[in-house]
């Protein structure tokens, strides 16, 4: 009895040295966990899908204790029967042939790191195992353990061995691929049923028979299974959380950081945003294009206004059949969706501009080389009725406001193509824009993370977020002010009164949105082959693009207003949670007549109607009038 109580004494304080948060954490890993705790992944290449008890169907709970550790739910930690069962093959073996673990031993060494074959190491498993079972409940133990024993090709988790092994969600496995999952676990190498599919044949029976025997299915229903092939459908990329974890992981590497150091990191986005997305952007492909189920693409960033966190993030249709993140690393043409940074980059260079008049007619293409050299630019911005032009003038904010092409181009002249191609890469943009006009209408390609970037500057009264991350420590310093404080007011102003049009109101109104004043403008490419909604309110900015990887049409009748904007407003509920912060302050036209653009202040709360002109200047030459256009220069050599 003494020396037993040395050898629990001795044994009791070596487990009491281990610290059980690595119950939760990778061994030699560093663990990705969403902004509220809960476990994504690893940031090295082993797979995971975190499950609960809940989402994991009794079957393969079932078949999983009858082959592990038939009394788990009735020994303290250790299995008295199954440690004298493996002592007396060892005694006959004349070595360590069997070891007699519970899950919680296995769980004990796998977290733990415990190596070797040993009598010590033996001993040192019991007694983690009995404190782990005083600290944790059983369910927690089990969980645990699901979430984390090793089934081979990089798999950790049941919840990745059913994306792996059969392409599915967890929930939806059967009991023959519950069987075959439980049947690999002593050597998943071994028994990968990709590699060896007959002795993971051989180890499902195995399983299936263990099954009866623990009561758990009946004859009639193992004798079924076993008839049954092993299909196995494997992709190791099938995970649920593919874009999110991917990005964490890439950014992980930028940071030069190295797995185990340091042991968890915490990301900018919410796991279970990040499944409502992978839902909700199907579900809106579908409706957009039902016969087109591969070809029509998406993606969604939700930013910070201040800090750049990238709060839901959604880089596709589905990242089983399309792992590249356009969210993050996608280039597209803005079209018409970058009218409200241009406004914004003139107002700047030219502030006395605001409400200068500008010819409201047609434009010879010339001018803005938009699909060739000849005839008239079209008017595509408008997600409403075809524009008619008054023959009068318009102001800038009611041009931006109803998206005109040819008062947008006029502008441009007027400011300096150079000028103002300048003020917008100041934004941030890293691709290069088109030398000729064409770029105030959105025809150079962007980076959707930077023009999301961008269009906070917009909410921020000129100055961008931080450059966007998904892990919280990789967050950095604002960027510079890009626009002048009255001119972003403006054009928000501007965009908030945008809200207000018809087209947009039915999926506003679905969303509780219609009387929040967020700020929102909808734009597409002048062959429809990009469409896009980007608003914001005053903590967030949302990013909604539709379209293909290659230039074909979304639709001839696309528009931002039924190709985007359903989306947007979906999520942009979600990550409002239906309370938006929004500018509700309003000012009369005569208030904001009386107010020099430059003299608006930095916080200005107030909403642009449409202004009637208030210069003589009239901003534009008529290429139809009896003043030749000013010349183009030379496009630069594709």
């Known amino acids: ?74 020994h303290p930690g250790f299995d008295i029967i199954g440690l004298a069962r493996a002592a007396v093959a060892n005694f006959t ?116 028979r263990r099954m009866v025997e623990t009561g758990a299915i009946t004859e009639a229903e193992a004798a079924a299974a076993i008839e049954q092939p092993v299909v196995v459908r494997y992709d ?75 709060l839901a993030m959604q880089g596709g249709r589905d990242f089983t059949t399309s792992p590249f993140n356009r969210a993050l690393e996608g280039v597209r043409p803005p079209g018409t969706a970058l009218l409200p940074l241009v406004y914004a980059s003139a107002l700047t260079l030219q502030p006395d501009n605001t409400d200068a008049p500008m010819i409201d007619g047609p434009l010879d293409n010339k001018l803005a080389m938009i699909g060739g050299l000849v005839g008239t630019l079209g008017e595509w911005g408008a997600d409403g009725e075809p524009v008619a032009y008054t023959g009068g003038t318009i102001t800038p904010m009611q041009a931006l406001l109803e998206g005109r092409t040819a008062a947008t181009v006029r502008l441009g002249y007027q400011v300096g193509l150079d000028p103002l191609r300048t003020a917008l890469a100041c934004c941030g943009f890293t691709t290069p824009l088109r030398a000729e006009a064409a770029f105030t209408l959105g025809q150079s390609h962007a980076r959707l993370i930077e023009l999301a970037r961008a269009f906070t500057a917009i909410a921020n009264d000129g100055r961008p977020c931080s450059l966007p991350h998904v892990l919280l420590a990789s967050s ?26 018809p087209e947009y109101r039915k999926p506003l ?79 009369s036209s005569a208030q904001l007549l009386a107010v020099p653009l430059r003299a608006l202040p930095m916080e200005d709360e107030v909403r642009v109607p449409a202004i009637p002109p208030a210069s003589p200047l009239v901003l534009g030459r008529d290429p139809y009038g009896s003043v030749e256009p000013d010349p183009v220069p030379a496009p630069e050599a594709r």
């Not at 994504?40 to 592990?68: F, K, Y």
């Not at 679905?510 to 004043?517: C, D, E, H, I, Y």
């Open 476 to 501: 950095s310093a604002r960027g510079d002010e890009v626009f002048a404080p009255a001119a972003a007011a403006h054009v928000r102003n501007t965009m908030i009164s945008g809200m207000m049009r």
């Open 236 to 310: 190791k990329t099938r995970v649920r959380t593919g874009y999110m974890l991917a990005a964490a992981r890439a950014e992980f590497q930028r940071m030069g950081l190295k797995p185990g150091r340091p042991p968890s990191m915490s990301m900018t986005l919410r796991l279970d945003w990040q499944q409502r997305l992978d839902d909700m952007m199907r579900q809106h492909l579908d409706t957009l294009a039902p016969k087109d189920k591969s070809g029509l693409q998406g993606a969604v960033i939700v930013l910070d206004n201040r800090t750049g966190s990238i």
């Open 509 to 587: 109104v679905a969303r509780k949105l219609a009387q929040k004043s967020i700020a929102g403008y909808g734009g597409i490419t002048y062959d429809r082959t990009d469409a896009w909604f980007i608003g914001f309110d005053r903590i967030l900015t949302c990013l909604v693009w539709i379209g293909h990887d290659k230039d074909i049409p979304i639709d001839p009748k696309a528009t931002a207003a039924t190709a985007a904007l359903p989306l947007w407003a979906a999520v942009f509920e979600m990550v409002t949670a239906g309370q938006a912060k929004g500018w509700d302050a309003r000012a």
């Open 1 to 74: 009895m003494v020396a037993l109580g040395f050898v629990w004494r001795h044994y009791a304080g070596i487990a009491a040295a281990y610290d059980m948060e690595a119950l939760t954490r990778g061994q030699n890993e560093t663990l990705i966990v969403d902004v509220r705790g809960e476990l994504i992944g690893s940031a090295s290449d082993i797979e995971r899908e975190p499950v609960t008890l809940q989402n994991v169907p009794p079957h393969l709970i079932q078949a999983i204790l009858a082959t592990e550790d038939a009394r788990f739910y009735s």
């Open 93 to 208: 073996s004349h070595g360590i042939r069997q070891g007699g673990s519970t899950i919680t031993q296995q769980l004990a060494r796998n977290a733990f790191g415990l190596q070797g074959r040993t009598y010590e190491r033996k001993l040192t498993e019991i007694f983690l195992a009995m404190r782990i079972e005083r600290e944790r409940t059983k369910d927690q133990i089990l969980t645990g353990y699901l979430n984390r024993i090793y089934l081979g090709h990089g798999c950790s988790g049941v919840g990745a061995a059913a994306r792996c092994y059969f392409g599915k969600d967890v929930r939806d496995i059967t009991l023959t691929e519950a069987a075959t999952i439980a049947g690999i676990i002593k050597a998943p190498v071994a028994f990968s049923p990709i590699t060896q599919p007959k002795l993971a044949r051989q180890k499902r029976d195995l399983t299936l």
